[in-house]
Nanobody, 126 residues
Framework: QVQLVESGGGLVQPGGSLRLSCAAS????????IGWFRQVPGKEREGVSC????????DYADAVKGRFTVSRDNAKNTVYLQMNSLEPEDTAVYYC???????????????????WGQGTQVTVSS
């Protein structure tokens, strides 16, 4: 059964850091691109970052460039999102998903992604 499971969310003060994990089961991550998205109630799902687990190339939304870093550990079948200098505006449920049909990152259109995880809540507040 193909499944992605996010973890690592929580409550953090502004300026703090969190590392999210996206663990895959039922398939090998080493041939796909994995995207991170976030969503707040009442708003559309927003692309945050993407990594090609095949060649390690990455992409970031402008809102998180220089603060977030995506990485992968193919041996652990896991993708990570290191989030530094967090801001209240980063508060959201964060999801990971598999980009269909391409192994390289190609935009942040949610409809292009499948096998969404259940999400992990990130709250940035003092």
């Amino acid at each position: 059964q193909v499944q992605l499971v996010e973890s690592g969310g929580g409550l953090v003060q502004p300026g703090g850091s969190l590392r999210l994990s996206c663990a895959a089961s039922g398939f090998s991550l080493g041939y796909f691109a994995i995207g991170w998205f976030r969503q707040v109630p009442g708003k559309e799902r927003e692309g945050v970052s993407c990594i090609s687990t095949r060649d390690g190339t990455t992409d970031y939304a402008d809102a998180v460039k220089g603060r977030f870093t995506v990485s992968r550990d193919n041996a652990k079948n896991t993708v990570y999102l290191q989030m530094n200098s967090l801001e209240p505006e980063d508060t959201a449920v964060y999801y990971c998903a598999v980009l269909r049909s391409k192994y390289y990152c190609s935009g942040f259109v949610p409809d292009d992604y499948s096998y969404w995880g259940q999400g992990t809540q990130v709250t940035v507040s003092s």
